[in-house]
């Protein structure tokens, strides 16, 4: 059983570009969530992708945008990028979209210059 | 949304010794689980545990679900369990996972 994959590793962009971020579920899960983790702080809940739709978002601006493909993975876009979305950004998934353990990818350490 | 506090923030232990970290929650929660978070970042599942109590080796988890509050116990804790332990669940039919401040903590030889 594959687990939850993401990609690129680290990341490091300047002020007003745009990035895409990855992630692969684990085997058998059809639920997507990211999240972003400033450094000190506990993960911020960005949104959830349940068969191709955004099924519930955090107060994130639209910049913040995603996707879920029929395979189940995901990517996370965010566009005009800000010094302040310097963060660790994590993907779960899980089995169910309610009541389900999920679990984390290693993340994507993305640095904003 | 649900507000999640975590104690103690901060911890320090002895090789060996044996603590709890608490978590409570500000309205009833679903889907609660307990992660241990590594140097590197990696975010681990430790427990699911919306309700009562469940035990894995050297920890163990109790929730009461009706007083809003988890308790996440290490014994004989060793230099590997150093790192963030956090907790987190959502409320109500809500998606929004809200995790809590997390508890650092640090076991010295």
């Known amino acids: 059983e594959t687990g939850v994959t993401q990609s690129p590793t680290h990341l490091i962009k300047t002020r007003g570009q745009q990035v895409t971020l990855r992630c692969s579920s684990q085997s058998g899960h059809n639920t997507v969530s990211w999240y972003q983790q400033a450094l000190g702080q506990g993960p911020q809940f960005i949104f959830q992708y349940y068969r191709e739709e955004e099924n519930g978002r955090g107060n994130f601006p639209p910049r913040f945008s995603g996707l879920q493909f029929p395979n189940y993975s995901s990517e996370l876009n965010v566009n005009a990028l800000e010094l302040d979305d310097s963060a660790l950004y994590l993907c779960?998934?899980?089995?169910?979209?309610?009541?389900?353990?999920?679990?984390f990818g290693p993340g994507t350490r993305l640095t904003v210059l | 949304g649900i507000q999640v506090e975590q104690s103690p923030p901060d911890l320090i232990l002895q090789e060996g010794a044996n603590s709890t970290l608490r978590c409570n929650f500000s309205d009833s929660v679903n889907n609660l689980q307990w992660f241990h978070q590594n140097p590197w970042g990696q975010l681990i599942n430790l427990f699911y545990i919306p309700s009562g109590t469940k035990q894995n080796g050297r920890l163990s988890a109790t929730t009461v679900a009706t007083e809003r509050y988890s308790l996440l116990y290490i014994s004989s804790s060793q230099t590997t369990d150093s790192g963030v332990y956090f907790c987190?669940?959502?409320?109500?039919?809500?998606?929004?996972?809200?995790f809590g401040t997390g508890t650092k903590l640090q076991v010295i030889p």
């Open positions: 779960a998934s899980s089995a169910r979209v309610r009541t389900d353990t999920q679990y």
């Open positions: 987190a669940g959502n409320s109500g039919g809500y998606q929004k996972v809200t």
